[in-house]
């Protein structure tokens, strides 16, 4: 695996230029955020993040449809300003380029693993203890959603955020979340310790409702998050 000088792997980077091409190639066919949205069977915004932001979903059967109904537009049309597109993403194994993202990113986390262990176990002397203690046992109140990592709003094609500006949208709770709050009032209650999966597609918001319900449940909590 070869990694560049800002870590990212360079099957991770070749994805993305994929995806970015993915959007050039959508921006030449024309076909709009709403239309391609419905036909792959995802938000638009959703879209826009792989698109526009070059975003590696968690699952590749969505980027493949979009990038199927996008060739198929542009081969339709008489247009030679796709050539450049269509001959960079024609024949492009989807499910194989996204597995090489997958392992560069699972050999990462092993490297990240190991560094990690080889830390904990060479002296601290040069930390302070109440610094290392402030990092493992901050409490839920004092995170922010940027620290845990909750996926900011998507600029959209005419807003007027600042691209690279963090930007959290409001919150609207869902059917789930009663009963992750349910979940975790219990646990309160009884001072107990669980371990709770939240399972769901690309970008359909798991870590943002984690984020708000503990916020809400357990605020006075300590979480430990390996930054």
């Known amino acids: 695996m070869t990694v560049d000088e800002t870590g990212?792997?360079?099957a991770e980077k070749d994805f993305r230029a994929l995806l970015l091409t993915l959007g050039i190639l959508r921006d030449r066919?024309?076909?709009?955020?709403?239309?391609?949205?419905a036909r792959v069977g995802v938000p638009r915004?959703?879209?826009?993040?792989?698109?526009?932001?070059?975003?590696?979903?968690?699952?590749?059967?969505?980027?493949?449809?979009?990038?199927?109904?996008?060739?198929?537009?542009?081969r339709a049309t008489s247009d030679t300003s796709t050539v450049d597109q269509v001959l960079r993403l024609d024949g492009v194994d989807w499910a194989q380029a996204h597995a090489a993202v997958q392992a560069s990113r699972a050999e990462g986390r092993t490297r990240s693993a190991r560094s990690g262990r080889a830390r904990r176990s060479s002296p601290q002397q040069d930390v302070p203890a109440q610094g290392r203690d402030s990092?493992?046992?901050?409490?839920?109140?004092?995170?922010?959603?940027?620290?845990?990592?909750?996926?900011?709003?998507?600029?959209?094609?005419?807003?007027?955020?600042?691209?690279g500006q963090f930007v959290l949208p409001h919150y609207v709770p869902r059917e789930h979340d009663a009963?992750?709050?349910?979940?975790?009032?219990q646990l309160v209650e009884h001072d107990e310790a669980a371990?709770?999966?939240?399972?769901?597609?690309?970008?359909?918001?798991?870590?943002?409702?984690?984020?708000?319900?503990?916020?809400?449940?357990?605020?006075?909590?300590?979480l430990l998050y390996w930054l």
Do not use: F, I
């Open 8 to 10: 990212v792997a360079q």
């Open 29 to 37: 066919v024309n076909v709009s955020w709403r239309t391609l949205a």
């Open 45 to 74: 915004s959703t879209l826009v993040s792989w698109l526009r932001h070059a975003k590696v979903p968690d699952e590749v059967d969505g980027v493949r449809k979009t990038a199927g109904l996008l060739l198929s537009a542009a």
């Open 135 to 163: 990092v493992a046992h901050r409490k839920v109140s004092s995170w922010t959603a940027r620290q845990l990592r909750v996926h900011a709003a998507v600029c959209g094609e005419h807003s007027e955020d600042v691209p």
């Open 179 to 185: 009963r992750v709050h349910a979940w975790l009032r």
């Open 195 to 222: 371990l709770l999966v939240l399972r769901g597609g690309s970008c359909t918001g798991k870590t943002r409702t984690a984020y708000e319900a503990v916020q809400a449940v357990m605020p006075g909590w300590h």
